[in-house]
């Protein structure tokens, strides 16, 4: 039993052509077999899964393992709806919405906490998972003291979503156009983002620099690639994924942020490096393997609604509960190669 | 050190003993300074973030006001917590001091059950649920042995050490589980430990709404343990019974302490346990098993984690709650800052001690939210983590290597550098 489901994700991984049509008749008869409300709201609550991940592989395929992408998450989730609520709710500044300034301001502040990151990590050699678990527990405190500040509570005051955005014609095609092309904003960021990360981890330069400063830094290093600069880029580059997913996810979905306890976050960047795990480092794999734990959060609600007298607060476990299932049944990942080691240029 | 004494030359052995020296020695001077760093960065995020609060009078710059006076705060946050000392009619068994001893003996426990797995070469962030199940294990267990347990002296005598058994083992058996999963499906002990964290949120409250509900609260609580059960003060010399802190308690922690450091240092459990953190391929060689270490030791941890819950059921409460407060992700920072030594655990736990009951202070005397205090728990992990860039600092004015041991062999290359990082040694 253990490992079969690595090894059935190997075999997969070989052949890509049958795999990509599998999966999308899959896809296609979940969409048929599933209500559509349960399927919209799996989608919005993969946003900050799915784009936490695909920042989580680009760091840790440069070799800096950031399991601080929680704290990533919940740094832009809580000064995006604090930007929007400072700018003016429902209003716009210079031309442009303020829901879109909340946005630019939550990926730039998860950016900034992803340098912090990456300096500690990279030029102070910290351990990467005890300065991850600093960067989450740091973030952990941050959100309430700032909303007590601003708001005199832990929780923030509620903004106005982003709306629907409908792309004409395209929302009229059978089964997908309702799902894909008539949906809020950050649903769209995160399919780019998944299509994007793709190309660029596969399909670039930087992309094959990120893998070799993972796998093998002293030959990046000796073809004259400096690998501090590609794992800096690749860290900072998490900030930018992950921030997209938490303001996204705060101003398309929450509308507020709750501070207290394990914030609205609440375990989503963790679920992500789960989900990554899963998909062996593949965005597209990672896109996918989201929607498998949003399901499970979505379940929540879509049970509650059809009567069932589950306790709300094991459902609310399940997408926890299938990280453990997960793992179990993957086993261990290969990580890269120099994965949470430091590389010091001109060592021998 | 049971294994490791055989026969080796003294000028070896006392070369290791000073390295061994030197490399405590830096531990600490890394802890306090990162301590230092953490309440410097602290300082400042305070003095700017009081200039987006309103109040009536505060520092005025160039047209911003600056509500919040950073020395304040930490006069509030450190002195506070010690019941306010160089102020007037301060007598030493006050209710601020109380508070601060109550949390560092929760934090002993915790910090214990972080550093066990810690030495393993396990990252056990678990302790926080292994808290929440075994609080809830200690308060169901009581209030059911209350029932067929004469009370009075016999009660306490009897019914407290079923109480933190009871603790040890929920949260041994819940720290068992990621033992076993890492152990048997390789499943990273990170991820796992963080969600069965949040799992053991999810099932101990529907426990608690199915079950153990106390019908005459209207907050999620368990009923309450008699008060026969509760951990009883010191009479005459002791803090007073309405402080819910017991020198006695406190005294368990640091016998369990020093237990857990005599287990490290003297016995071949510890040693195993040590080698398989430092050099798990060596342990395996030497013939310990490996799966069952890790299990082992992930249960020991979990059951130092049950300890905490099972004191903060009988000594703070009377009764488990629903909301438990973080002490467990606290005893990561109470472990790291003591850098995974037992003993080093007390202080450190004494200094988090500090923090959490000057977060009260903060509280009433200042407008600073007290989330602060998990701020500087934060940043104290952050900066600990960072040893390069204090020797770097170091390096650069003080113009001295600290970390160079003395060279009494001559003409040997130097010390590699990595067997010169004590992190490498401790918590590889």
Known sequence: ????????????????TATAVGIFGLVLLFLVATPASWQTSTLRLAVPIALAAIGGIF???????????????????FSSIIAVHRLGDGGATMGLSNLWWGLLIGVLVSVVVALVFAVVCIDFKA?????????????????????????????TAGISRFGNVTIPGLSELPILGYLLFDTEPQVYLMLAGALGGWFLLTRTTFGRWV??????????????VDVRKVRYAAVLLSGVFAGLGGAGFALGTLGTFAGGGDTAINGRGFIAIATYLLANYHPVGALLGSFLFAGLNSL??????????????????????????????????????????????GED | MNSGSGPMPDRIRRLLERLIQASVMERIAISVAALFAAVLVGGVLVFISGSFASCRSGLDVAGTTFCYNPMQVYYELFLGALGHPLEGGWSLTNYNLATTLQQTTLLIFAGLSVAVAFRAGLLN????GQLVVGGLATAVTVVFAASIIPSGFVGTVVLIPIGVLAGAIGGGLYGAIP??????????????TIMLNFIAVGITSTLLSWQFQDPESNNPRTEPIPEYAEIPTVPYIGFSGGMDFSLLALGFAIALMIGIAWLFARTSFGYELRTSGIQPAAAAYGGVNEKRMTVASMTLSGALGGIAGAFWVLMVHGSWLENVPSIGFDGIAV??????????????????????????SIGTATDVPPELVGILTGLIILFVAMPEFFRMIGTRYIDVRPTEPARTDGGRAPADETTEDPRGADDA
């Open chain 1, 59 to 77: 760091a840790e395929k440069s070799g800096v393992i950031n399991i601080g992408i929680e704290g990533l998450l919940i740094v832009s989730a």
């Open chain 1, 1 to 16: 039993m253990r490992k079969r489901l690595g090894r059935a994700r190997d075999t997969l991984a070989a052949n890509p």
């Open chain 1, 127 to 155: 351990d990467q998972i005890i300065a991850g678990l600093a960067i989450w527990l740091i973030s952990l405190g941050l959100a309430p003291f700032v909303s007590r500040i601003v708001f005199g509570s832990p929780n």
């Open chain 1, 211 to 224: 893998v070799a400063s993972g796998e093998n830094p002293k030959a990046l290093d000796t073809a004259g």
């Open chain 2, 179 to 192: 033992g076993v999963l890492k152990a048997y499906a390789d499943a990273n002990e990170v991820i796992t």
């Open chain 2, 125 to 128: 962030i678990g302790t926080q």
């Open chain 2, 335 to 360: 472990s790291v800052l003591a850098g995974n030594n037992p003993l080093g655990v007390g202080a450190a736990a004494f200094l988090f001690g500090i923090l959490e009951s000057g977060s009260n």
């Open chain 1, 300 to 345: 929540q609600t879509a049970l509650q609604s059809a009567g069932y007298a589950i306790p709300t607060e094991l459902i609310r476990t399940l997408p926890h509960m299938s990280v453990i299932v997960v793992l179990v049944l993957v086993g261990r990942t290969r990580l890269p190669d120099a994965a949470g080691e430091h590389y010091e240029s």
